[in-house]
């Protein structure tokens, strides 16, 4: 007869199990959709609104991410978080039967607004389940769940292109739903809430307002739209005057979607902003590096995903070590500081890359860089689910994931805008006016158009695109400098040791049939 008390563990273990699908389903994704788009793009047209694809997505996640935080607060997580499961997979379903770059974009968006609600479930669950003296042996499966994406995504993406269609790109999200959504029904059991209360409908609307609109204009600034241009311009009018709407609807309602007390604690207050410039460079890296590697360093689409291995694997061996010294000595402060430091150290280090660097010396660059995005990535949401109350966990979790969600938008936007700014000025110094003509008038080629061009031309391009790249990491480091320099002000709060709900035991039912 097992031990009892191994029990509510290995329950415990069935759950984060079904949890670390639903994440996986959000996270993979987009990396999956990527690899397929050039297909899809063939066989519906629409090359046009290609962007939307991906736009609409991600407009949707980032909406909807602090309501579904705030339902589960108010109504209990396990029902909000199996229907975020449920609407995320009918906008599978329904993106894989679309007939037309419409329809796949509006399905999307109902892919997006299921996505909103998982990532942000699955840490609150998890914060409910596990107090922050525990949850840091659990770390590593949530490091190794986005390694798993970023590498395993391309590769499978392309895999079920080639052999199977676009279609099932989409369709392969079903079974691994109703795995999770099974899991999840039979084994998680948590308090059912019943709290009588209206919803803040027009703090809801507001803040999807301004969202959307920051959104939309990190997204379109430099690119559709000059930033300069009059619909950039309205948009961050609208969003400020959305988001100071917001912030004064807060202060009115019973229910805020959002309780501004909880920035009243200076941890969490510190680690929102780390947390936004954590995403603001770890997103943009994500971006410049593959580009560097398939232009200057010749690798291909596919081995450009395994050579972010070392950057990958530092992350989660860290991540995982962390998780387990703050389990054992519940100290955390040191890992802000210590991760801030190798992160603006590694971003240094990638600025130095230019077209003779090797994919030796760029693997060392990018595990520093991981090292310190390991320190980071977990405990930031940590400490920020140790700095509020238990009936605010929801939206303690989903504001720490917005945060980051709106840095990596910014920072992938800025970091373009700075990347195609210097390939630009390269590539009129070396080749004077016919630049412009010599790649089309774009800053970002494909291998195969690189392939087409002269090789006085191609030369050139090669030194601009390492030039860009300088810059966007020249840029990471200096923003990084101020997440490490805020990391020192976070104080040593005490984690919480008690479980979130009555017991474990009661929190988590036995498993069934297992």
Same mark, same amino acid.
């Not at 070396?430 to 010599?438: E, K, P, Q, W």
């Not at 300088?470 to 990391?487: I, N």
């Given at each position: 007869?097992?031990?009892?008390?191994?029990?509510?563990?290995?329950?415990?273990?069935?759950?984060?199990?079904?949890?670390?699908?639903?994440?996986?389903?959000?996270?993979?994704?987009?990396?999956?959709?990527?690899?397929?788009?050039?297909?899809?793009?063939?066989?519906?047209?629409?090359?046009?609104?290609?962007?939307?694809?991906?736009?609409?997505?991600?407009?949707?996640?980032?909406?909807?991410?602090?309501?579904?935080?705030?339902?589960?607060?108010?109504?209990?997580?396990?029902?909000?978080?199996?229907?975020?499961?449920?609407?995320?997979?009918?906008?599978?379903?329904?993106?894989?039967?679309?007939?037309?770059?419409?329809?796949?974009?509006?399905?999307?968006?109902?892919?997006?607004?299921?996505?909103?609600?998982?990532?942000?479930?699955?840490?609150?669950?998890?914060?409910?389940?596990?107090?922050?003296?525990?949850?840091?042996?659990?770390?590593?499966?949530?490091?190794?769940?986005?390694?798993?994406?970023?590498?395993?995504?391309?590769?499978?993406?392309?895999?079920?292109?080639?052999?199977?269609?676009?279609?099932?790109?989409?369709?392969?999200?079903?079974?691994?739903?109703?795995?999770?959504?099974?899991?999840?029904?039979?084994?998680? @059991?948590?308090?059912?809430?019943?709290?009588?209360?209206?919803?803040?409908?027009?703090?809801?609307?507001?803040?999807?307002?301004?969202?959307?609109?920051?959104?939309?204009?990190?997204?379109?600034?430099?690119?559709?739209?000059?930033?300069?241009?009059?619909?950039?311009?309205?948009?961050?009018?609208?969003?400020?005057?959305?988001?100071?709407?917001?912030?004064?609807?807060?202060?009115?309602?019973?229910?805020?979607?959002?309780?501004?007390?909880?920035? @009243?604690?200076?941890?969490?207050?510190?680690?929102?902003?780390?947390?936004?410039?954590?995403?603001?460079?770890?997103?943009?890296?994500?971006?410049?590096?593959?580009?560097?590697?398939?232009?200057?360093?010749?690798?291909?689409?596919?081995?450009?995903?395994?050579?972010?291995?070392?950057?990958?694997?530092?992350?989660?061996?860290?991540?995982?070590?962390?998780?387990?010294?703050?389990?054992?000595?519940?100290?955390?402060?040191?890992?802000?500081?210590?991760?801030?430091?190798?992160?603006?150290?590694?971003?240094?280090?990638?600025?130095?890359?230019?077209?003779?660097?090797?994919?030796?010396?760029?693997?060392?660059?990018?595990?520093?860089?991981?090292?310190?995005?390991?320190?980071?990535?977990?405990?930031?949401?940590?400490?920020?689910?140790?700095?509020?109350?238990?009936?605010?966990?929801?939206?303690?979790?989903?504001?720490?994931?917005?945060?980051?969600?709106?840095?990596?938008?910014?920072?992938?936007?800025?970091?373009?805008?700075?990347?195609? @700014?210097?390939?630009?000025?390269?590539?009129?110094?070396?080749?004077?006016?016919?630049?412009?003509?010599?790649?089309?008038?774009?800053?970002?080629?494909?291998?195969?158009?690189?392939?087409?061009?002269?090789?006085?031309?191609?030369?050139?391009?090669?030194?601009?695109?390492?030039?860009?790249?300088?810059?966007?990491?020249?840029?990471?480091?200096?923003?990084?400098?101020?997440?490490?320099?805020?990391?020192?002000?976070?104080?040593?709060?005490?984690?919480?040791?008690?479980?979130?709900?009555?017991?474990?035991?009661?929190?988590?039912?036995?498993?069934?049939?297992?």
């Amino acid at each position: 007869m097992a031990d009892t008390a191994e029990t509510p563990q290995r329950s415990v273990r069935v759950v984060l199990f079904g949890l670390m699908i639903a994440m996986l389903l959000a996270m993979l994704d987009n990396m999956i959709i990527g690899t397929a788009m050039p297909t899809i793009v063939g066989e519906l047209g629409g090359l046009e609104h290609l962007s939307w694809v991906v736009t609409a997505y991600t407009l949707a996640t980032a909406a909807s991410t602090p309501v579904w935080g705030k339902l589960g607060d108010l109504y209990g997580r396990k029902g909000i978080f199996m229907s975020s499961i449920v609407i995320f997979l009918i906008g599978s379903a329904l993106s894989g039967m679309a007939q037309d770059m419409g329809q796949l974009i509006a399905f999307r968006a109902v892919q997006g607004l299921g996505a909103g609600g998982l990532i942000v479930g699955v840490m609150a669950i998890i914060g409910d389940l596990i107090p922050p003296r525990e949850r840091g042996k659990y770390q590593g499966m949530m490091a190794g769940v986005m390694a798993v994406a970023m590498i395993g995504g391309p590769l499978v993406g392309g895999y079920i292109t080639d052999n199977w269609g676009w279609r099932w790109s989409f369709y392969i999200n079903l079974p691994l739903g109703v795995v999770a959504l099974f899991m999840i029904s039979a084994v998680l @059991h948590l308090p059912k809430k019943q709290i009588k209360t209206s919803i803040d409908y027009l703090g809801t609307v507001l803040l999807t307002v301004g969202i959307t609109s920051l959104v939309l204009l990190t997204t379109w600034g430099g690119n559709q739209y000059a930033w300069g241009s009059p619909q950039i311009l309205g948009l961050l009018v609208l969003g400020l005057a959305a988001l100071a709407g917001f912030l004064y609807v807060e202060t009115r309602v019973a229910e805020p979607v959002i309780p501004l007390h909880i920035f @009243h604690s200076r941890n969490f207050s510190l680690i929102s902003v780390i947390g936004f410039l954590v995403g603001f460079v770890m997103f943009g890296a994500m971006t410049f590096l593959p580009l560097f590697q398939q232009i200057v360093q010749g690798a291909t689409a596919t081995n450009s995903g395994l050579l972010l291995l070392p950057l990958l694997l530092s992350m989660m061996v860290v991540s995982l070590i962390a998780g387990r010294v703050t389990t054992q000595t519940g100290k955390y402060k040191i890992f802000p500081i210590v991760g801030g430091g190798l992160m603006t150290v590694g971003l240094y280090l990638l600025s130095t890359m230019d077209t003779g660097t090797s994919q030796f010396v760029s693997g060392v660059w990018m595990a520093v860089l991981g090292a310190g995005m390991g320190f980071l990535m977990q405990i930031t949401m940590l400490i920020a689910q140790n700095s509020v109350e238990m009936k605010d966990m929801g939206v303690g979790s989903s504001s720490s994931t917005l945060f980051r969600t709106i840095g990596g938008s910014f920072g992938v936007a800025l970091f373009g805008a700075i990347f195609t @700014h210097q390939v630009q000025n390269t590539m009129t110094d070396r080749l004077g006016s016919a630049a412009a003509g010599a790649t089309s008038g774009s800053a970002q080629l494909d291998p195969s158009g690189l392939a087409k061009l002269p090789p006085a031309v191609k030369d050139a391009y090669l030194h601009a695109v390492a030039g860009g790249t300088h810059h966007v990491f020249l840029w990471g480091a200096a923003v990084s400098v101020v997440g490490f320099l805020l990391a020192f002000f976070v104080k040593e709060i005490p984690l919480r040791s008690a479980p979130a709900v009555p017991s474990t035991e009661e929190a988590v039912a036995a498993v069934e049939a297992v």
